[in-house]
């Protein structure tokens, strides 16, 4: 298909489609002409891709660029998702420079859960907060702890469940990242109407 015809497919404008070949985020179309190129599905999946990061996710160009060039380097998927879950959930990176941060507490629920007792951005991101908390006053005890960890792991071994791993590197970036933004957003949204609910039982029984 010819600019016009991938425009029309994925509903991004000419002016857009050629932005992202000047930036790379779109690879070049197939050339048939000093003047014209020809594109295929991998484009239509790529615009897709770029479109939902942005919108959906809210990523700007700088990030997705870098997204998508690990995924065109052939980074190894895992690394790949750890680059997409940092990314949209906005992990703190310091710890891959300076050492991963350990907190008593942050070992406990690794141990605890039987999760892989190996460094990461999430583990650190994890114990930074709690070395916050605790700098601020607001300590997380053993009990709640225990009771946050053992409900987030049934939420993400349900999302792993759910989850098929597509062949095509957009379409698993697509689902990585959409989903973990999405799903992230749902339990934020069930946390606070459960809060709510908790706290509308406490207060009209004491009214």
């Avoid at 020809?38 to 891709?49: D, G, I, K, M, P």
């Avoid at 980074?75 to 990314?87: C, D, F, G, K, Y």
């Avoid at 114990?127 to 709640?144: I, Q, T």
């Avoid at 792993?160 to 990585?176: C, G, H, K, R, Y």
Wanted: aromatic share 2%; hydrophobic share 45%; no cysteine.
């Amino acid at each position: 298909m010819q600019l016009k015809q991938l425009s029309e497919r994925t509903g991004v404008s000419p002016a857009s489609i050629k932005f992202y070949l000047r930036e790379g985020l779109l690879p070049a179309g197939r050339s048939v002409h000093p003047t014209r190129a020809e594109y295929s599905e991998h484009h239509v999946s790529r615009l897709e891709l770029i479109q939902a990061l942005r919108r959906v996710v809210g990523l700007n160009i700088a990030q997705i660029s870098s997204l998508l060039r690990m995924a065109d380097d052939g980074v190894p998927r895992l690394e790949l998702l750890a680059a997409v879950q940092r990314t949209v959930l906005g992990l703190d990176e310091a710890g891959t420079a300076q050492g991963d941060l350990s907190t008593p507490a942050g070992d406990a629920v690794v141990r605890s859960r039987n999760w892989p007792d190996l460094p990461s951005d999430a583990r650190h991101s994890l114990n930074a907060h709690l070395a916050l908390m605790e700098k601020l006053g607001v300590p997380v005890s053993g009990d709640l702890l225990d009771a946050y960890s053992q409900a987030v792991d049934a939420i993400a071994a349900a999302d792993i469940s759910a989850t098929t791993a597509p062949e095509d590197v957009n379409q698993l970036i697509l689902m990585a990242a959409v989903g973990m933004h999405l799903h992230g957003q749902l339990v934020l949204k069930l946390l606070a109407l459960a809060q709510a609910s908790h706290a509308i039982r406490r207060y009209e029984e004491h009214a």
